[in-house]
């Protein structure tokens, strides 16, 4: 599993280094850093999107969002986006969910750069790819790529095991996707961005 190595191809951060201390728009109003989102010492789950469409999708059927939400804070871990949309967008995401959900925007991609969030080709485009950071404040324990709520919790269960100083356990979810037409049930259909 990625999250025992130390650093992962095109990132410029560490495992034990730091996510920049950048101040971003806030979704509640005043610009904050990845560091202000959490309490001190505390334990967290930055997922990092490029927002191709959402911060992370909204869960297809068989996914149940609110209960694997609901594990991160029985373990006292604080989920929060660090997402491409603008804040107009990522607040009308959150509405569609009805989860609460913290985040930051890097709309102007900032973070992204100052991360260096690895380029993947889909479909002769390239887009970011989405990263999870398990953090003690904003200092990294763990990186994973692909990895958010809906795909490959487990394996972000299993990093939190490590940050816990635990074996990681075996987890086999309840609640799986299930992707019935080939289409994309998660992606958040919105009006074109105005925010530009």
Same mark, same amino acid.
């Given at each position: 599993?990625?999250?025992?190595?130390?650093?992962?191809?095109?990132?410029?951060?560490?495992?034990?280094?730091?996510?920049? #201390? @950048?101040?971003?728009? *806030?979704?509640? %109003?005043?610009?904050?850093?990845? $560091?202000? &989102?959490?309490?001190?010492?505390? +334990?967290?789950?930055?997922?990092?999107?490029?927002?191709?469409?959402?911060?992370?999708?909204?869960?297809?059927?068989?996914?149940?969002?609110?209960?694997?939400?609901?594990?991160?804070?029985?373990?006292?871990? #604080? @989920?929060?986006?660090? *997402?491409?949309? %603008?804040?107009?967008?990522?607040? $009308?995401? &959150?509405?569609?969910?009805?989860? +609460?959900?913290?985040?930051?925007?890097?709309?102007?991609?900032?973070?992204?750069?100052?991360?260096?969030?690895?380029?993947?080709?889909?479909?002769?485009?390239?887009?970011?790819?989405?990263?999870?950071?398990?953090?003690?404040?904003?200092?990294?324990?763990?990186?994973?790529?692909?990895?958010?709520?809906?795909?490959?919790?487990?394996?972000?269960?299993?990093?939190?095991?490590?940050?816990?100083?635990?074996?990681?356990?075996?987890?086999?979810?309840?609640?799986?996707?299930?992707?019935?037409?080939?289409?994309?049930?998660?992606?958040?259909?919105?009006?074109?961005?105005?925010?530009?």
């Amino acid at each position: 599993m990625n999250h025992h190595l130390a650093r992962l191809a095109g990132l410029s951060v560490t495992v034990g280094g730091f996510l920049p #201390r @950048l101040r971003l728009p *806030s979704v509640v %109003g005043p610009m904050l850093t990845p $560091s202000d &989102m959490v309490e001190e010492g505390a +334990v967290a789950v930055c997922i990092y999107n490029p927002a191709a469409v959402n911060p992370f999708p909204l869960p297809p059927p068989g996914v149940n969002l609110a209960q694997r939400l609901q594990m991160l804070a029985d373990r006292d871990v #604080r @989920l929060y986006v660090i *997402s491409g949309l %603008g804040v107009r967008r990522l607040a $009308s995401w &959150m509405e569609y969910t009805d989860e +609460v959900v913290y985040a930051l925007s890097d709309a102007d991609g900032d973070f992204a750069a100052q991360v260096g969030i690895p380029i993947k080709r889909v479909d002769g485009r390239n887009f970011r790819t989405h990263v999870a950071f398990v953090l003690q404040e904003d200092r990294i324990l763990s990186i994973l790529l692909e990895t958010d709520p809906i795909h490959q919790f487990e394996r972000l269960l299993q990093a939190l095991d490590v940050a816990d100083g635990r074996e990681p356990g075996e987890y086999k979810l309840p609640d799986q996707p299930r992707y019935g037409d080939g289409r994309n049930p998660t992606a958040f259909e919105d009006e074109e961005d105005d925010e530009e």
